[in-house]
Nanobody
Framework: QVQLVESGGGEVHPGGSLRLSCAAS????????MGWYRQAPGKQRELVAQ???????SYADSVKGRFTISRDNAKNTMYLQMNSLKPEDTAVYYC????????????WGQGTQVTVSS
C-alpha cells in the first residue's frame, strides 16, 4: 500500500518562501509521474507542477518562474520550492503520484495548508 505524506506547509507573508516535501512509502514503481495540486476554498483542485521519473517538469502558468519542483528518486521524495508567494497561492496543497504505464494507479496525500497573508 502506497502512502504519501506531505510536510512543510505554513503561514508566510507575501513575498516569502516555503518548501513542501512529499515522501512516498511503498512501491510506486520505477516509472511514474509525481505532482503537486492545490485547492483553494470554493475552487476546484488544480495542477501546480508535475515531474516525471525521468526529471521532465511542467508548471501552471500562474507559478512559472516562482515555484520549482524536484524529486529524489532514491528517497521516493518530491519537493516544491515556492518563492515570491502571493495571497492567491493560499490553498491546501496535495501530493499526487501516478504510476506508469497508463492506465496506472493514482495516489494522494492528505494535504498541507499554505497560507500567504500580511
Amino acid at each position: 500500500q502506497v502512502q504519501l505524506v506531505e510536510s512543510g506547509g505554513g503561514e508566510v507573508h507575501p513575498g516569502g518562501s516555503l518548501r513542501l516535501s512529499c515522501a512516498a512509502s511503498g512501491s510506486i514503481g520505477r516509472l511514474n509521474v509525481m505532482g503537486w495540486y492545490r485547492q483553494a476554498p470554493g475552487k476546484q483542485r488544480e495542477l501546480v507542477a508535475q515531474i516525471t521519473s525521468g526529471g521532465s517538469t511542467s508548471y501552471a502558468d500562474s507559478v512559472k518562474g516562482r515555484f520549482t519542483i524536484s524529486r529524489d528518486n532514491a528517497k521516493n521524495t518530491m519537493y516544491l520550492q515556492m518563492n515570491s508567494l502571493k495571497p492567491e497561492d493560499t490553498a491546501v496543497y496535495y501530493c499526487n503520484v501516478w504510476t506508469l504505464p497508463l492506465p496506472g494507479v493514482g495516489y494522494w496525500g492528505q494535504g498541507t495548508q499554505v497560507t500567504v497573508s500580511s
